[in-house]
């Protein structure tokens, strides 16, 4: 692992590892700003949401930039509506780009989704149609942000709770001409094949089959919750308020055999635990990355 120093926006010198390997991360909670802090310098990475910190400065950034100089940062967009029509919006791109260049992360992504329509933003990530039409325009607006901020993106496939009856190819193909046509790498959320699979019926064992894993960048573990629709059938909510469900630990493990180690990140965004309850789940994560520290990529991961 290769250390370097960059200085921030504030001057205070900010270590960094790229690549940061097969290590295991967790949500940056600031209720565990205090903990984190007392524990010093630890193995493992941080991630955060990059809206949380658009703002010129503040505590928000007093902390971050605390956890910043100690350890890894992975920041992760969910307001950049790379699935929508419309234009990205440009003072929002902007800002992303700062956040970028300020904080010097080793993993920048966002999700294959959409939030907004004409002047409205809607809080979710909703699901698009898997076409030609669509492809072009994910594209598009993938390589208007890795022109942006000067690196490659991880793009993160989705959970979904509907599917279109005009799309005419499958998730992974689509996110694999995506990868194809515009270099972008993969993050690759598990907890979200567990949810679709689920929802839709099909197989999560067949779907990583065909996940264009050398790409993977990143992985994304999280808790979900059960509830029944409107026919009385089971439907799993992305609702990171849980610990990781043993289904979805089951397809990390099989993910990690078939690639190797990939830096892993559990998410944990509502019902917040205490800080040992988070850094258990980091550790059980890291314990079959260490497994299987040996492993040889299958086909070589895409350099993201």
Not at 97 to 121: D, I, K, M
Not at 159 to 166: C, G, K, M
Not at 223 to 252: C, F, M, N, R, T
Request: charged share 20%; with cysteine.
């Amino acid at each position: 692992m290769t250390m370097a120093i960059v200085p921030s926006a504030s001057g205070t010198p900010l270590r960094y590892s790229t690549p940061i390997g097969g290590i295991a991360g967790t949500s940056f909670k600031p209720a565990h700003l205090a903990a984190i802090l007392a524990a010093g310098r630890r193995r493992g990475f941080f991630e955060v949401h990059a809206e949380n910190y658009m703002g010129a400065g503040g505590p928000p950034h007093r902390a971050l930039l605390a956890i910043r100089r100690d350890h890894p940062l992975s920041l992760h967009g969910v307001c950049m509506s790379i699935g929508g029509p419309q234009p990205l919006d440009k003072a929002h791109l902007a800002r992303f780009r700062g956040l970028v260049a300020r904080y010097q992360p080793a993993l920048v992504s966002e999700h294959l989704a959409w939030s907004t329509h004409e002047t409205s933003f809607f809080n979710d990530l909703l699901p698009l149609p898997y076409t030609e039409a669509t492809l072009r325009c994910v594209c598009d607006h993938i390589d208007q942000v890795q022109e942006a901020i000067r690196r490659p993106l991880l793009l993160e496939n989705p959970s979904t709770y509907v599917a279109f009856r005009e799309s005419s190819m499958s998730e992974t193909a689509f996110i694999r001409a995506i990868a194809e046509r515009t270099g972008c790498g993969l993050l690759l959320d598990i907890n979200n094949v567990f949810v679709s699979a689920t929802n839709h019926g099909f197989s999560a064992i067949e779907y990583l089959a065909d996940f264009p894993l050398s790409r993977v960048g990143e992985i994304h573990l999280a808790g979900h919750a059960g509830q029944a629709d409107d026919e009385g059938e089971l439907l799993l909510i992305d609702s990171h308020d849980g610990p990781v469900a043993d289904a979805v630990w089951k397809l990390y493990e099989i993910v990690i055999r078939r690639c190797g180690p990939v830096p892993t990140l559990i998410e944990w965004d509502s019902r917040i635990p205490d800080w040992p309850v988070l850094q258990a789940e980091a550790a059980a994560a890291q314990a079959i990355l260490d497994r299987h520290q040996s492993a040889a990529p299958a086909g070589g991961r895409h350099a993201a």
